[in-house]
């Protein structure tokens, strides 16, 4: 099975940074990879799909890039209600893994 | 488009349990589905999924040969019924809708609609 891992597993930063978060692949899955945000209790929420498109509705400071084993997920100004925690999924064989989450949580 | 779950409960160790997932809003039988669980306090787990028609499931290796997935397209519903149910097995249920869409480098395959979540409990 494909083994996914993100970096970091929680970060602290304040409204208007900018945050980075990375996955990455145990093989290549070319950019088949999606983006979910999960605030407390909630439902996942989709943001990026096919590691770069933004999923419609989702605001554009959300951007994805990377391909093959390497990706990013990257918020270029954080808001309030970013505060959350963020899980990449792949979907290029096998099951469906996700990587063990990031939380993003207020300086 | 909506998806809501239901079925969750306390179930004891060795126990069944069948989950159902109801959509509407969409064309419910032109999609895959998805059943995603989440344990308390950690991540995302997919566990299992099945096409459009129900010809092809697949599932994580933890739950093959005690849960199976179905679904009924005449009632847009679908289902997890789960059997031999363990205490790793309590967490909260998700369905979620598989949206297709062919990109240039193939077809891509993403979760976009899902449900709030029904809670399993396997406790005795």
């Known amino acids: 099975d494909i083994e996914m891992t993100q970096s970091p597993s929680s970060l602290s930063a304040s409204v208007g940074d900018r945050v980075t978060i990375t996955c990455r692949a145990s093989?290549?899955?070319?950019?088949?990879l999606s983006w979910f945000q999960q605030r407390a209790g909630k439902a996942p929420k989709l943001l990026i799909f096919a590691a770069s498109r933004l999923q419609s509705g989702v605001p554009s400071r959300f951007s994805g890039s990377g391909s093959g084993t390497d990706f990013t997920l990257t918020i270029s100004s954080l808001q309030p209600e970013d505060f959350a925690t963020y899980y990449c999924q792949q979907i290029y064989s096998g099951p469906r893994t996700f990587g063990q989450g990031t939380k993003v949580e207020i300086k | 488009m909506q998806l809501v779950e239901s079925g969750g409960g306390l179930v004891q160790p060795g126990g069944s349990l069948r989950l159902s997932c109801e959509g509407s809003g969409f064309t419910f039988r032109t999609y895959w589905m998805n059943w995603v669980r989440q344990a308390p306090g950690q991540g995302l787990e997919w566990v299992a999924n099945i096409k459009e028609d129900g010809s092809e499931t697949h599932y994580v290796d933890s739950v093959k040969g005690r849960f199976t997935v179905s679904r009924d397209n005449t009632k847009n519903s679908l289902s997890l019924q789960m059997n031999s149910l363990r205490a790793e097995d309590t967490a909260v249920y998700f369905c979620?809708?598989?949206?297709?869409?062919?990109?240039?480098?193939?077809?891509?395959?993403?979760?976009?609609?899902w449900g709030k979540g029904t809670t399993v409990t396997v406790s005795s």
């Open positions: 093989e290549s899955i070319d950019n088949y």
């Open positions: 979620a809708r598989d949206y297709a869409r062919t990109l240039g480098n193939g077809r891509h395959y993403y979760m976009d609609v």
